[in-house]
Structures are given as structure tokens and as C-alpha cells.
């Protein structure tokens, strides 16, 4: 059976590889990242380690990450962020303890050399991951 597609607006949840992720769906119908139900009150029990932002959320392929969309994952240490992601707002990973971040490749509007987020031609850093080591 086809899936129904999720209609523009929002919010919505859907739950990938056990994480509860918040979307909207925006006029051109691409799905936005809103955030992740990271339970960010216990530490024991808060998501940690490594991430993958889904590809699609309610059947529209996940096109942007709302501001401050992973803020609230304090202990997550790694991001892969989807092909299909064109826009990345303000102060996504605010508070994370990222080590690296990675973009699939494919991705047209941006990319990552060695754990950090640039612009697809590798001109404008987007974001060093606050918990990386700096090597001069």
C-alpha cells in the first residue's frame, strides 16, 4: 500500500530507528527538521553518540533543519545530515557536543571534509563542531 503523503504545515511526529523526530512540511512540500525527542532531563537515559537525521519524514524528503532544531541533544557527538538537506538554520547545534559532522554526498548545497560543515564548494565554514579537537 502507497503511503499518504503528510500535507503542508505542522507540527508532526514520526518515529525512525527509534527516535521521535518533529517535522513540518513547508509550501514546496519538503519536509523541515523541527527536532529530536532527545530527553534532555536525564542524562542516563538522554540520546548520545551518533545521529542520522532522516532522509524523509511523513513521506516528503527532509529538506531544511529549523533553528535550533538539535539544541536540546546535548551528548550527541556525531551528525550525518541527508543529500536532500538544502537549508540549515541558526544555532542547529547549539549545546551538542559534536565531534563531527557529516553530509551524504550528493548533497547541492553543502558538505563536509573531515568532520566539519562547509559550503557545497568548500569556501564558507558553516560549523567546527564545538567539541572537536583544533589541530594547527
Known sequence: AARALTPEGGPYAETVDGLVWTFSVDADFGAIVQGVACDNTNETTMIQGAI?????LGGRLVTSLAD????????ITSV????SVTNIGDSVFLSTRLTSIVVE????AYRS???????????????????KQCVL
Not at 542520522?52 to 524523509?56: K, Q, T
Not at 554526498?105 to 547541492?108: E, K
Open 52 to 56: 542520522v537525521i532522516p532522509s524523509a
Open 68 to 75: 535550533r532544531a538539535l539544541s536540546s541533544c546535548r551528548l
Open 80 to 83: 550525518t545530515i541527508p543529500s
Open 105 to 108: 554526498s550528493g548533497n547541492a
Open 113 to 131: 571534509s573531515d568532520g566539519v560543515l562547509y559550503n557545497r564548494a568548500l569556501t564558507e565554514l558553516i560549523r567546527y563542531p564545538s567539541g
